[in-house]
């Protein structure tokens, strides 16, 4: 068989952190692109990602790769793939399309053709003109990027930064993903104080307490993959118990805050939900008075941007309050902040020492890092 690849998806600007949690995860021949890291496929490796990634969206097993300018080579690029291999007689293959620059833009044909080079090829090697499609799903995805596509099988299922512990949210929840980026772009990995002073949901604390500990964000959710008939299913077993061998036992300070005391309760849920509430705590505070009593530690947090007009000015006086509260801080501490705001430098008053291109979903944001 030849080597194939998988394929995680990120937010970008996550990629380096994703390349880096793989190669710890001792994944071989790790490479990061412009929005996906990829590396080599093992059965372990599929498994270990999909429970121990905390920045990636997704793991996918990519089959093949071909040029496709039009309809005629998409059908002929597919049906040339081994689908048997992969896919059993009763396996549900339901479809889903991207494409990006290129001359094939219908995601409804794209998806039918694909349907139908899979499902003639399927039905030739099972001896069926229908196929039942009845038991576990094998859902396929096609990326096209400049008329070269690309097919997988999502190992995944709902998306890696759906952890199972935010049910309910605040109206800007910042995805897990993203969270889990911020705290490993500041460093964090448990040592010393860490601060959200505009917690909202909870996020960054929940995601830095499973960071100290080394937890797995996958151990209490499932993933499509668990269900495919030629993939191990011991491996799920092995894996959550190697995972759990590497958590670290410890005391932690984490703390996140917020202003309003509704958002601290949610905070206080999830925490629940994720089995973290004892490492970190939450409390109502308003961060116009941050005043961290330790000599160091680190800031990591997502402040309202004011995105809505009327809600910009707020934004500028909320970033200039913080940032007369921030020049009474310790010097040992650090803060990395994430805003879509183009003038947060400005009125934080004080320039980043350096800043990193990050998006929340579709927005644009810096990633304001001081001291870090
Ligand atoms: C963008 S949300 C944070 C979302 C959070 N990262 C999450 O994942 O849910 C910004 C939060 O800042 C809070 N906030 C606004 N002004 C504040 C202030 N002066 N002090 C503390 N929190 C404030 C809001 O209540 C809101 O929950």
């Not at 008053?349 to 944001?365: E, F, M, V």
Request: proline share 6%.
């Amino acid at each position: 068989m030849t080597q194939l690849d998988l394929v995680s998806p990120t937010l970008f600007g996550l990629e380096g952190v994703c390349a880096q949690e793989l190669k710890r995860m001792d994944a071989k021949n790790v490479r990061a692109e412009n929005g996906r890291v990829l590396w080599d496929y093992t059965p372990e490796s599929l498994v270990r990602a999909n429970l121990c990634l905390r920045t990636g969206e997704r793991v996918l097993l990519r089959l093949g790769r071909f040029s496709a300018p039009d309809f005629d080579a998409l059908y002929d690029g597919t049906h040339a793939l081994s689908w048997e291999e992969f896919i059993p007689r009763e396996g549900a293959f339901p479809i889903r399309c991207r494409s990006v620059d290129s001359k094939l833009t219908s995601q409804q044909r794209c998806t039918a053709v694909v349907k139908a080079a899979v499902g003639d090829r399927l039905g030739r090697a099972y001896g069926l003109e229908q196929l039942p499609e009845t038991g576990a799903e094998y859902a396929i995805r096609l990326f096209i990027m400049n008329d070269v596509a690309e097919l997988y099988l999502d190992a995944t299922g709902p998306s890696l930064h759906k952890r199972g512990y935010r049910a309910m949210s605040v109206i800007a929840p910042l995805r897990e993903t993203l969270a889990a980026g911020m705290v490993l772009l500041s460093r964090y990995h448990g040592k010393g104080p860490l601060r959200d002073p505009f917690c909202g949901s909870g996020t960054i604390p929940i995601e830095a307490a499973m960071i100290a500990r080394n937890r797995a964000p996958g151990l209490d959710r499932s993933f499509s993959a668990q269900r495919w008939a030629w993939l191990p299913s011991r491996l799920w077993l092995e894996e959550a118990d190697r995972a759990m061998d590497l958590e670290y036992d410890g005391d932690y300070d984490i703390e996140g805050s917020d202003v309003d005391p509704q958002a601290v309760e949610l905070a206080r849920a999830n925490a629940v939900k994720a089995g973290v509430e004892e490492l970190c705590r939450f409390r109502v505070a308003d961060a116009t008075r941050f005043a961290p009593p330790e000599p160091a530690g680190r800031v990591v947090t997502n402040p309202p941007y004011g995105e809505r007009i009327l809600e910009k000015r707020e934004a500028e006086g909320l970033y200039a309050a913080f940032g007369r509260a921030w020049k009474a801080v310790p010097e040992g501490w650090g803060l990395s902040l994430l805003s879509s705001h183009t003038e947060f430098e400005r009125t934080f008053g004080r320039k980043a020492d350096k800043k990193r291109k990050l998006y929340n979903g579709p927005l644009k944001c810096d990633l304001f890092l001081y001291n870090i």
